[in-house]
């Protein structure tokens, strides 16, 4: 038996129903209502499951729980296939997919991400410099928030807090840093990395 990270799991469950999805949202195949009825209960199935499953949920960096219940109430208030949307399902499932994946971005201006880590490890790897290591790891991490202001001299802020909610460290990225990024390394452990 060969084993698989948990997060690799779920991706490869919804990837199936997220492909049955992305058709009906594009209009690729023809359907019935019977055939999109089996699809939607399918979805919503797997929605309840899910938005039940306390590791599931502890997984996800980039969608809160909120989320995942609203989303599930969508599904549940439009059992009329008339009223099914599946163009705005396909994105919520998309987000989900890309937050299963865990290889988060930052290389914005003007905005603010914050990643919720729910109590795992983070590595930190920065920019390489001559004179320090600036590579260490943090336990027991809560979220770590990213940010940057308007200008274009605006530098990268990096706030880390604990999972009691107080700071445990934050910095500003030298001024060349424009792209940052968090990777899932497994299911408690994550890495900060500098990437350009």
């Excluded at 019977?34 to 996800?60: C, G, K, P, W």
């Amino acid at each position: 038996m060969v084993y698989k990270e948990i997060d690799t799991e779920y991706l490869e469950k919804l990837a199936p129903l997220a492909k049955k999805v992305s058709e009906f949202a594009e209009g690729e195949i023809d359907s019935d209502e019977a055939s999109e009825r089996i699809v939607y209960n399918e979805l919503l199935s797997t929605m309840d499951q899910l938005r039940n499953d306390s590791v599931f949920l502890n997984i996800l960096a980039d969608t809160t729980e909120q989320e995942i219940t609203d989303f599930y109430n969508t599904l549940k208030s439009s059992p009329n296939y008339q009223n099914w949307a599946w163009g705005n399902w396909i994105r919520d499932i998309k987000h989900l997919q890309y937050d299963l994946k865990g290889n988060f971005e930052f290389n914005s201006y003007d905005t603010e991400e914050i990643y919720n880590l729910n109590g795992s490890s983070l590595e930190a790897t920065r920019i390489a410099n001559r004179h320090y290591n600036l590579d260490f790891t943090l336990h027991n991490v809560g979220s770590i928030k990213i940010s940057r202001g308007k200008g274009k001299q605006s530098r990268i802020q990096v706030e880390i807090t604990d999972i009691h909610g107080d700071l445990m460290a934050e910095w500003e990225e030298y001024i060349q840093t424009k792209i940052v990024g968090v990777i899932r390394l497994s299911t408690n452990r994550y890495l900060y990395e500098y990437r350009g």
